[in-house]
């Protein structure tokens, strides 16, 4: 049978749901550790927030929350289950098995398909009914990368865990200098994606990443480091990637410090370590990037609704209704969107830190939207939130033109071509730098 051990607070969590409510799902956050799930924190479903109701919960709805709680969590944890409090009823575990399968379907679907706990990762993730009659417990576990995987029996307990567990931490350097095609296809793409799609070497230099733990790596596990907190040093490999001439391309830079942490058990391996900071800085960049992109998106959108806003009050009675206007090009967008977002971090519960991204041209005193934007997904109260990185100084300036496109038959010529095509030819080159110590 699995066995399910959830941190000693969660049984005050769950004692006091009785007599308050009737009816709660949530999602079980922590680690995997062979048959062992650890659950380190309970997150609450807001499901007054979603499409759906109480009888007819929105799925779909559902999987999107538990994948922003999964981005806003550090290296190491992760959505290991769900669970419900109701009274019992004949199709209470057909829903939980559901909610599961939901909340965990995107588990396996790391950024560049990188496995939080490696081969001792048995699959087995919780699904717990608590009663909310006859005050029973029933666990159960389900394997959700297998869709015809069957309940296992499984057992629940508490234990005061959280408090042993060990804090990673790394900071790395990161610098792309990407080129985006203007072409009509891929323009009609969100500039997220295709920041996304054009960071790929730098995503895959941080997974090939070596990462030593106190000056060491290897198999040894973390607790013989004789201490609880460690810093990690990250090195990476620079990678060239060679594109061919792209005909009216727009040039973006994108760099920042990338702050990283993660938590494991004592007994896990420097290896495993240093896999949990891989996941993070994946979470952490992609996070940062689709940030970034929707930003300028938002500000794309604004502009074209503003032409067209413009053309419609412009019309004389009796015109033909105005064509909306193109979409302005991605080269337009000003360079200070170019910094990265800061990490801003919040204790959730004991031993579970949170984050979120801000913008330097946001609220950096209390960080007011990001405070905004973690109340409603972790249905928190009022928390302090610290910024892990300096903000950058906002310098907009107008982007590069773009080259002229050329003619497919005619030879590239001229130095505005000669330099797309050297821009091109070290298209995404990453510097990684290692810093702190301490």
Same mark, same amino acid.
């Given at each position: 049978a699995a066995q399910i051990i959830a941190e000693k607070a969660i049984e005050d969590n769950v004692a006091a749901l009785y007599g308050k409510t009737t009816f709660q799902l949530g999602l079980l956050v922590g680690f995997v550790a062979g048959e062992k799930l650890h659950v380190a924190a309970t997150v609450r479903i807001p499901i007054e927030n979603s499409p759906g109701t109480q009888a007819q919960p929105d799925f779909v709805w559902i999987g999107s929350h538990a994948d922003q709680v999964r981005a806003a969590l550090p290296g190491g944890l992760d959505v290991v289950g769900a669970y419900m409090f109701s009274p019992t009823a004949a199709d209470t575990q057909a829903q939980l098995r559901q909610l599961v399968f939901t909340v965990c379907a995107n588990e396996t679907k790391n950024v560049n398909g990188i496995r939080q706990w490696g081969e001792g990762d048995s699959g087995k993730r919780a699904a717990v009914h608590f009663c909310a009659s006859t005050r029973k417990v029933t666990a159960k576990a389900y394997i959700p990368a297998d869709f015809k995987s069957?309940? %296992?029996a499984a057992t629940w307990g508490y234990q005061a865990f959280v408090a042993k567990l060990h804090t990673l931490t790394a900071t790395v350097a990161v610098h792309a200098h990407t080129v985006?095609?203007?072409?009509?296809?891929?323009?009609a793409r969100s500039y997220s994606s295709m920041l996304l799609a054009a960071i790929k070497p730098v995503v895959d230099a941080l997974t090939d990443s070596m990462i030593t733990i106190g000056g060491h790596s290897g198999d040894s596990h973390l607790e013989s480091l004789k201490? *609880? #907190? #460690?810093t990690a040093r990250v090195y990476l490999q620079s990678k060239l990637v060679p594109h061919t001439s792209i005909a009216g391309a727009g040039l973006a830079s994108v760099g920042g410090n990338i702050a990283c942490m993660a938590v494991c058990p004592a007994r896990a391996t420097l290896a495993d370590a240093a896999?949990?900071?891989?996941? &993070?800085?994946?979470?952490?960049?992609?996070?940062r990037i689709a940030a970034l992109g929707d930003g300028v998106d938002d500000q794309l959108d604004a502009r074209a609704q503003a032409a067209a806003d413009a053309a419609t009050a412009a019309a004389r009675p009796g015109d033909k209704a105005p064509a909306p206007p193109a979409r302005p090009t991605l080269p337009s967008v000003p360079l200070a969107w170019t910094?990265?977002?800061?990490?801003?971090?919040?204790?959730?519960?004991?031993?579970?830190? $949170?984050?979120?991204?801000?913008?330097? &041209?946001?609220d950096t005193t209390t960080f007011a939207e990001a405070a905004g934007r973690l109340t409603e997904l972790f249905s928190l109260g009022a928390? *302090?939130? *610290?910024?892990?990185?300096?903000f950058p100084? $906002?310098?907009?300036?107008?982007?590069?033109?773009?080259?002229?496109?050329?003619?497919?038959? *005619?030879a590239?010529?001229?130095?505005? %071509?000669?330099? $797309?095509?050297?821009?091109?030819?070290?298209?995404?080159?990453? $510097?990684?730098?290692v810093a702190l110590n301490g």
């Open positions: 069957v309940a %296992v985006l095609p203007e072409d009509a296809a891929k323009r201490k *609880t #907190h #460690h896999q949990a900071l891989r996941v &993070d800085m994946l979470r952490s960049l992609t996070a910094s990265l977002p800061v990490r801003v971090t919040s204790e959730y519960a004991p031993g579970v830190t $949170i984050s979120d991204y801000v913008f330097a &041209d946001e928390k *302090t939130l *610290t910024a892990l990185e300096t100084e $906002i310098k907009a300036s107008p982007p590069p033109a773009p080259a002229a496109a050329a003619p497919a038959t *005619t590239a010529s001229g130095p505005p %071509v000669a330099l $797309i095509g050297a821009v091109l030819a070290l298209l995404l080159a990453v $510097i990684a730098v």
